[in-house]
């Protein structure tokens, strides 16, 4: 049986007395790329955040090989295994490219600058940013600061990635770019989390489809099962909302 990197028990999060997760059950095995899809407000980012504890959950538990994260694992530790992509880059501003990659491994991960540097253009150059090594975010397009942002967090060689709604800030020119490199690292057999509105992405690089609705999950199973033959009223009319686009 293949092993749970993370799982997710009973999760739930409220922000006063407002609950956006009510009772989250979810896992994920080695190897797996999992697309989490669903309406803005169904709870999806806030999970993300949850599994990588930038939002602390208010019951539940997040386990990661077994290991309670919130109890059992140091969260810079954890963070540095379970890499995360946000839809605003977070790149810092005041750093190149080449840099901004290099920042977490030589402050988290201790190595030396040498080792940092080398691992740092290894991943740039995977993702096609190995010319803009020296330019600073503001002199990068939103894909190239995206593609940066992704090198950032393989550069730390993470076991898992979440991928928050890594396309939503970028001009439609600019989706392809950044999905055809998260379509390699899926290929290459990188454990990946997406929240994501792109519907094609999900369908065809997924092994599984996770849909949320209203704080729940409402429904999963591959993308054949979930967008060929949905079970839920609420999965086939958020899906016949993006298909008849």
Do not use: W
Request: with cysteine.
């Amino acid at each position: 049986m293949s092993e749970h990197v993370i799982e997710v028990n009973h999760l739930k999060k409220a922000f006063g007395k407002n609950v956006v997760l009510k009772d989250i059950d979810f896992s994920i095995v080695k190897g797996e790329t999992v697309s989490v899809i669903g309406s803005s407000g169904s709870g999806k980012s806030t999970m993300l955040r949850c599994v990588n504890l930038l939002e602390t959950p208010t019951a539940g538990e997040i386990l990661f090989h077994g290991k309670n994260v919130q109890t059992e694992l140091e969260v810079s530790k954890y963070r540095a295994k379970v890499g995360m992509v946000f839809q605003s880059f977070n790149l810092f501003d005041n750093l190149n490219a080449l840099q901004n990659c290099m920042l977490g491994q030589t402050t988290v991960l201790k190595r030396s600058r040498a080792e940092a540097r080398a691992k740092a253009m290894e991943y740039l150059e995977k993702v096609g940013m190995t010319p803009y090594i020296n330019a600073k975010p503001r002199q990068l397009s939103g894909g190239q600061k995206q593609r940066v942002a992704i090198a950032r967090a393989l550069a730390m060689d993470p076991e898992v990635i979440l991928f928050d709604e890594p396309t939503s800030a970028l001009d439609p020119e600019m989706v392809g770019e950044v999905l055809s490199v998260m379509k390699r690292l899926s290929e290459s057999g990188m454990t990946m989390i997406v929240v994501t509105h792109e519907m094609a992405f999900a369908r065809d690089v997924s092994d599984r489809v996770v849909f949320m609705s209203d704080g729940l999950i409402c429904e999963q199973g591959t993308p054949d099962e979930v967008f060929g033959d949905p079970k839920r009223d609420e999965t086939k009319s958020f899906l016949s909302r993006f298909l008849n686009q």
